[in-house]
């Protein structure tokens, strides 16, 4: 372990800072059947199933896996996916408990904040817009702003660069599924922490490698803030 204070912490939005309340679930139900996945049966299990594996990841990389070679499908099956989930968020989305309070701290404390998302830049607007959330970070980021999705490090990578953080070492990622904690390992962050209040169980998380499983974004803060002192 290093002996240099963590600088940055990179936290996912739906499932770690943001409740998500089985809306992305929800919002792919009516996207496989704008695809033309069968509304019942093996195919549409199998699709289910796959999304919850994947949960974090880009949507349009999700769709194009489950729909193979036709981007036109996938295209449409990502547009009713984000149009679905932004009709759902505008009813009303709720942070997780503490989660407004935990970024504060840590922003006080000198440790800058960057929120990111596996939805698009438009639907990470909207959800933003919904919780008045759009100064409450150093920066926010979707797939689109840094190149790839999870689980891929650009977007981790991304915000060190942006906001001036000297070294991998000192940012702390925090997520609820297996591939917020693959984003996390291959960018070498030191801290790479799994929340119970999403998509993932602690076993799920420990098996991707999380150096750190954490009730909360509260818990994950009070981590950060013990370690500088």
Same mark, same amino acid.
């Given at each position: ?15 770690? =800072? ?98 990111? =998302? ?39 990578? =991304? ?37 119970? =209040? ?32």
């Amino acid at each position: 372990m290093s002996d240099k204070q963590i600088d940055l912490a990179v936290l996912d939005m739906a499932g770690t =800072t943001v409740a998500d309340d089985g809306l992305v679930l929800r919002a792919f139900e009516q996207a496989a059947t704008a695809a033309g996945i069968p509304a019942e049966g093996p195919e549409r299990d199998t699709a289910r199933q796959y999304v919850i594996d994947t949960m974090g990841q880009s949507k349009i990389v999700v769709f194009r896996a489950l729909l193979g070679d036709d981007e036109d499908r996938a295209q449409a099956a990502n547009h009713a996916f984000e149009a679905a989930y932004a009709e759902f968020a505008n009813a009303g989305v709720e942070p997780i408990p503490g989660a407004a309070e935990a970024i504060s701290a840590l922003r006080a404390a000198g440790i800058k904040v960057a929120l990111t =998302t596996g939805f698009s830049r438009e639907t990470q607007d909207k959800l933003l817009n919904a919780l008045g959330w759009h100064d409450i970070a150093d920066l926010t980021l979707a797939p689109s702003d840094a190149g790839r999705g999870r689980p891929y490090p650009d977007m981790v990578l =991304t915000a060190l660069l942006r906001l001036e953080i000297d070294a991998v070492d000192r940012v702390a990622v925090l997520g609820d599924t297996a591939s917020d904690i693959a984003t996390g390992l291959a960018a070498g962050a030191r801290i790479v922490a799994g929340t119970l =209040t999403g998509a993932h169980d602690e076993e799920q998380l420990r098996a991707a490698g999380a150096t750190h499983v954490v009730p909360s974004v509260a818990e994950f803060a009070r981590l950060l803030l013990a370690e500088r002192g």
